[in-house]
């Protein structure tokens, strides 16, 4: 393999992995806490709280080869 930008045969190839996490978590629920309250009093507000933090996320991984001229430091 040769460099396109200074023309040198001293390439190495690297594999290189991206991971990407994309979705949506969730927050205090306000209908759970009214309710919580409604039928606890005061520490049914905690009700709110119930399943804060999940939700639906999606990791995605890609992979890729990298080329770097070891001569000029060239990315291709």
């Known amino acids: 393999m ?3 930008k200074c023309g040198s045969n001293n390439v190495l190839s690297k594999a290189v992995s991206e991971t990407t996490t ?7 629920g306000c209908i759970k806490a009214c309710l919580g309250y409604l039928i606890f009093s005061i520490p049914g507000i905690l009700c709110g ?14 992979t890729k080869v ?3 001229c070891q001569n000029c ?3 291709f």
Request: hydrophobic share 20%.
């Open 49 to 62: 709280l119930c399943g804060m933090g999940k939700g639906r996320t999606r990791t995605t991984t890609t």
């Open 2 to 4: 040769i460099c396109p």
């Open 73 to 75: 430091g060239h990315h």
């Open 22 to 28: 994309e979705g949506k978590t969730k927050g205090f």
């Open 66 to 68: 990298v080329n770097i």
